[in-house]
Nanobody
């Protein structure tokens, strides 16, 4: 079994910064990709950023230049540095990982709330 545990959400003023972390644990042979999605009330879950095992990254247009995804492969951890936050970034942020394990598949974290408000 694989677990993803997120941390780092909270309340921040517009223009501020937050750093999210997500650590994967369990029986993990390798991780193909790790990323972040978000879901605001009344909307569908959307991709924010993803990092593959070969080091490539992809971002939603709405966060390019403001958010940075990074990974520590030795710790099976992915980070999302969020700068210049806007009220429209308010959402529950979910960690996602495609993992090669005893039960290979896509796993999700429980979500962490990010609120951008003055």
């Amino acid at each position: 079994q694989v677990q993803l545990v997120e941390s780092g959400g909270g309340l921040v003023q517009p223009g501020g910064s937050l750093r999210l972390s997500c650590a994967a644990s369990g029986t993990i042979f390798s991780i193909y990709a790790m990323g972040w999605y978000r879901q605001a009330p009344g909307t569908q879950r959307e991709l924010v950023a993803v990092s593959t095992s070969v080091g490539s990254t992809n971002y939603a247009d709405s966060v390019k230049g403001r958010f940075t995804i990074s990974r520590d492969n030795a710790k099976n951890t992915v980070y999302l540095q969020m700068n210049s936050l806007k009220p429209e970034d308010t959402a529950v942020y979910y960690c996602n990982a495609k993992v090669r394990s005893i039960a290979t598949g896509v796993y999700w974290g429980q979500g962490t709330q990010v609120t951008v408000s003055s």
